[in-house]
């Protein structure tokens, strides 16, 4: 592993340079040597392509919320284009201030690590509305990478990611833990379906779907697991749980660790091939969906000969295929949805969600905007994990509350568990008075079950 | 005098493209990313949103908040190409049009007011003048005078020199600062195109459930 320099709480700090990374000539030039090495024939293409216009500043939620110059995307792409000029081009080289080439030094890294850790949750949001069509997020990322390899990820962070390396997933859930909380849950089903035959498979070779979560469902939201048990089990559908590989979260992706990424991918791809399964179903969780189903085969440099689905994704297809029937009066609130970042936005599941609460709830609302365009509520980027910069993501996250008092919803539907704790976490702060509850909460209170079934 | 000038615009034209067209070459040595992942949409969905829907003023909120900004851009944009054609019809020695002369006069003129817009926009708004650098303000001036100028000529004999003098100028310049953005706008939208159509994120059309 990488040595650690010591950061400490940057965000505290507001501005003041009272810590220091200690980066010494090597390390620096590591820096360059990784910034270079990851740097893509696209990356440059958007590198040259940024005109310096600005109009990206008004679609960042954190911009929108702090006016701060370091939060417009243009800026905090412009720390890695200044680099870039620096050592690609010829202005560049012979005149660096005409066009704003800077050499990598620890003022950079600085605002490197402020800028593309404490000041951006990967939402994308800026891309789609760049003239240019700029991937600001994915840029983000690859410096977020370089400073993984200066190990300078904020400790909170890594410590995620170290944890779910060391573990098996990233709560740290022991196998006898997991074991015993699938068989009460199982033990709840039974109850709830009337059926002692329900069942939550553990390691059952040969089904059809490895399904896979976010560790915090079985630590802090049990209900949400046990409401897909529900619908698998209305679906009369053959699946199973794995007792080791069970998490669908990888920070790999937050801290731009390919390596990682790629290590904690391989499991699940191990576990589809140990257990002979043929559809990867990944849980309500944003970025797990980004990492499993698009990026994990690039970091592994493989194609995948097993399909990667979304819950939402497979809960449609059941609705359209008549196994499972739902019963809308059963949910009569009035609901709205949140779009996840990476689910939506980089992930492509924009209508199945929809379709799904349309034939779950009476009275579903809109947010304004939504889909692909929707805002970030702040949570994503890993800044859940990022404490030091806990003040920055709750301001941000006031759009997104906007957004909810609006529609004037009493529960918000998000499929994605970091999503859900932001949400919950705007609740309590902007006094929102709502409920958070995954689509498979909601589709699960909404069944018809055939009591009558064997 | 005029026949010198007339090579070294020639001369320093084929500079440009030749140095933007090495440029964007370059970027190959760079490397692909790798494309393992199963796509879900068509890659020509994206890039038929990328340069049809995508471009539309109604389409991002970034524009609909910024239309006087948009509309400024596109006429500014819609003025340069004007002008690099009459440059080139007066370096081919290509008679033009008489009607067309008249609509080339108030896209330039157009143009040049819309292009000193936007450098006063980045002058006046502090985050914009915070975020630019020296290397933004001498990119639209020498656009500008291109404008400025080519309008002149098609109005007053006798100004060709000063013409091709700014388009000398503009042109060795144009590898070298963001005017360059001029070949990777098409290259950068091509690749936002076909990463979102790859994902079936965004397609030419709305797909909207029952």
Redesign the interface.
Known sequence: MNEKPEIKNIAAEKDKKTFRLDLDKEKLEKALRLFKLKIKTEDVAYLNACVHCGLCADSCHYFLTDKNRNSIPGYKLGLLRDLFNRENIFLGKIFPRWIGARDLNEDLIENWIDSLFGRCSLCGRCSLNCPMGINIAYLIRLGRGVLSGLGLVPESLQRVVDIALEKGNNMGIDEEEWKETVKWLEEELRKEVNDPAASLPLDRKGAKILYVLNPREPMFFPLSLLAAGKIFYAAKESWTLSTKNFDVTNYGFYTGDDESAAHIAKRLVSEMEKLKIEILVLSECGHGFNSNRWEAPEWLRMRYDFEVKSILEVIASYLRQGRIKLDPAKNQKIYTLHDPCNLVRFGGVIEEQRYILKNSVLNFKEMNPNREKNFCCGGGGGQLSLTPFAERRIKAGKIKAEQIRKTGAQVVVAPCHNCIDQIMELNKHYDLRIEVLTVAEVVASALKLNRNRV | MLSLLRIAAIISSIFAFVSLFI?VLK??N?????????P??RLRNGLFY?FGK?MLPWE????R??LP?YLA?IVYHLAIFSALLYFFSLILSFKINIHFIFLLRILLFSGFICGLGLLFKRII?P??R???????F?SNILVDLFLLNSLIESLIEGWRAFFFISSILMFIYIP???I??CF??F???????L?YGR????VPWK???S
Do not use: C, P
């Not at chain 2, 915070?130 to 933004?136: L, N, R, T």
């Open positions: 440029q970027t190959r760079y490397g692909r990313k790798s494309l393992y992942s199963i879900q949409g990328a995508g991002k909120e970034s524009t908040n910024h900004s851009g708004i985050e914009l915070w975020m630019s650098v020296a290397d933004d001498a070298l600062g963001k360059r953005h990777f706008f290259l950068a939208r091509i690749h936002f195109g990463f994902r079936a994120v965004l797909k909207r459930v």
